[in-house]
Every structure is written in structure tokens, then in C-alpha cells.
């Protein structure tokens, strides 16, 4: 395979552009490219194997065992119909995801618009709020955010980044979007109690509405666990807290559940485990296990009925949104995840991987915050020495940069990712949703062996 991959690697430096990828770094590290996958494990085109340690991209829930039973699933749609879209008219798959979606949401939301992926939910979400207010005769245009939140690149999800070096050089042309702070405790003063925490959140956000004057604002979009920034879970009473806020102020609640939805969290969707209790949910991702792309928008009762009562359009329409295909792999997926009790895997092993990680907090003085929940956490790295003193950018590619972690996490047989958005450095870890204590064992293993000369050089102190 050897030759193979040259071959891939001249023809990629030619033609493809890859996302969110400086296109010289193949100048400097050969390009990866993964050929195939089985279990939790993911191979190379030369055949070494590593430890999917973020499903991809927090997408695979299943794994990459199921490929046969998916594949027929695909087959069997492609010899009835390839393609119907679910403008008026539609097909029996979408149908019938539709109704296996209603059954697994959050009690109340009962109606699902279908979209390509994320980021298309989160814009259709927007459309949606801001008709669902028009048809109650007033005109909101606005939306809250939280800082550093992702919510997908495409101009209407941009609006709500709140990583602000993705979102200045274009913000003369997406949504209106305040963002107010994240639930994240890291750094807050030690003093404080959770319930001083959540306070001090819910009255920021309520602060934050009222000076933009709530009448202009149709909605606010988090995610019920915050991946950038931390994977951050909410303090007590705070999603309680947000859904009371928005219902004074007339405001819709849409939860992101993109990644934290099809048991990723423990539950079908993290809305649940949280008590988030949204008027709609954006997701995608998981839907299928990303064998195939698809997105929808989960909508409540409440705003389901304006556009019924109404007797109006919803206007919004995507080609490909609700593909045959894509609906009848996410309904096979679907089925394994239940079949395989996936939800309860998770819950049932998450004590164990959260204790591995803790053990990586006692032992490495580098490692400053662990957050998350289920099969989704955070290392959260320093961005300064014992004694206060900041990283330089020297500094910063010495403990942080691929050369210190990506690439010695892959030669040991893991694949990672490390987010350094908002300048916030964090060890992303999200297992496909089969893995267990051997798939730990292997990812702690690999982390302990590269954290290890790096906590040494840390506590060094600056050359």
C-alpha cells in the first residue's frame, strides 16, 4: 500500500482541500490517510491501526463493525427508490424516521424537519423561530449564544461562534447574536458554591437579554453539554434556570445536541439527562453513526401548532434533506444502538473512564481541569507555569503542538484531537459508544506515555 498512498498523497496536495487545515502542513508531516475501520479502531492506508478516541469526529457512535448490516440496509433502499425529497410529496423511510425520532425525543417534541447535517439545523432552527414569532404577530430577529460555542461554519450557524477568530472576518453578514458566558467553573474563585455559580450564570444571561431588549430576541441556542471551551456540563439548576428565563421573555429554547444526542451523554439525548426541556433540538451526527449525512430539527408541540393553526409553510427546503439513503441508514443504526442498549453501556462504564482520567489529573501537574459526562470529556491542559507566568508561543508549540501531542498520540496508537480554540488547550476524548476497559487501557496507556515527558519539561519551569 505503500506506493498507493504517494500516489494519494501528490493527488490530495493537488486537488483536495481539507477542512480547517493549513494546506502546507503536509509539507511538514505527511499527509494521514485511514483506509478502514473495524470495532473502536481505525487503519491507515499502510495499515497501522489506532484507537478512534473521538469517534471521528464525535459522530460514530456504533463503531465500524456494522458495515454489513448498514450496507444492506442501503442496498435494500437504493433497489426501491434512490432519491425523493420530502418537499410536499415524500418516501416511507423519512416517515418512518420521523416517527422513531418523535418516540425517542424528549417528551413534548413530536415533529421533525429533516436536514443534511449540524450546522443546516441550527440555520433551519434560526428560520424557524424567527416565522414562529412573525406568525404571533412580532417581529424578533435576534438570538443568544454562549462564548466559545461551535455551532457549525456555514453563515447562518456562525452567527452563534463564539470563538470569535472564526466569526469577526464575516460578521457583516450572519445573524444578530449576543453571547453570554458559558457554563464553565474552571478559574471561577474556589469560594464559590455551584449554587453561587448558577446564580451568577442565569443573571449575566438575564442581564445580558434585557439590555438588547427581549421583544427583538427569538431564541437561544447551547448545547446541553458545551464541547469547546472544556466539554463543560451545566451546574445545578442551571438548564432549569435558562428555560425559566426564556419563557418570561417570550424566548425559544434550542438545544444542540449535534454531538451530545444519540447516547453519547447516557441518554438518547443529553436534553434529558440535563432537564433542559427545549422547544426545539438541532441534531445530527450520531443520527446515523455518520455512515451517511443527515440532520434534523426536533420541534415541540408549542411551535409545531403556531405553523399548523396558522395553516402556513414552513419556509425552508434543502435538496437532500431527508435523502432516502440517509434515513434508511439512521433507521438501521438506530436499531443497532437499541439492540446493543448503547445508552446504558455508556452509563455503565462512564464512572470507570472518568476515574481513569482523574488518575490523569492526580499524576501530571499540566493536566488543570477535567470536565464532561458519559463518553465526552475534557482534559483541559495549562496555559501557564506553576508560577504564573503565561506560555510563550514557544512555549505553546513545545508542550502543546502536534509535534509534542498529536503526533506522539498517533505513534502510540491513538487518534485525538486537541482543540485549541479561544486559546483554551483541551484534550478531546469521545470513544465510539461500544468501547469498553480495553479500549481505555489502551487510550490511557498512550496518554500517560506522552504526558509524561511533557509534565516533566512543564515543571522545568521556561527555559
Known sequence: MAEATET?????????LRHMEDMTETSRHPLDIYAR???CYIYDSEGKRYLDAISALFC??????YGDEIAEAAAAQLRDIGYHPVWGSTHPRAIELASVIADLAPEGLNHVLFSSGGGESVEAALKLAVQYHQLRGEHRWKAVGRETAWHGSGLGPLGFMGIPQFRTPFEHLIPRVMHVRNAKRYGRPAAETEEEFTAFLL?????????????TIAMMLIEPVQLHGGVIVPPKGYSEGVRAICDKY?????????????GRCGEWFASTRYDMQPDMITTAKGITSAH???GAVILSDRVFDTFNDAGVQINH?????????SCAIALKNIEIIKRLGLPQHVRANEVDLRARLDRLFDAFDIVKNISGTGYYYGVELAQAFEDGTPF???????????EALAYPLLDAGVFMRLSMDNGDPVLCIAPPLVAGPDEFDVLFAALEAVLTPINAAFLAGPR
Not at 494519494?8 to 483536495?16: S, V
Not at 434543502?318 to 439513503?325: E, S
Not at 510563550?392 to 502536534?402: N, W
Open 8 to 16: 494519494w498523497r501528490r493527488q490530495a496536495d493537488d486537488h483536495l
Open 37 to 39: 475501520g473495524e470495532g
Open 60 to 65: 460514530v457512535e456504533i463503531g465500524y463493525s
Open 203 to 215: 443573571d449575566d444571561l438575564e442581564y445580558r437579554i434585557r439590555t438588547e431588549d427581549p421583544s
Open 250 to 262: 417570550g424566548i425559544l429554547l434550542v438545544a444542540d445536541e449535534t454531538i451530545t444526542g444519540w
Open 292 to 294: 451517511a449525512p443527515l
Open 317 to 325: 427546503g434543502v435538496t437532500f434533506a431527508g435523502h432516502p439513503l
Open 392 to 402: 510563550t508561543d514557544a512555549d505553546t508549540e513545545r508542550f502543546l503542538g502536534t
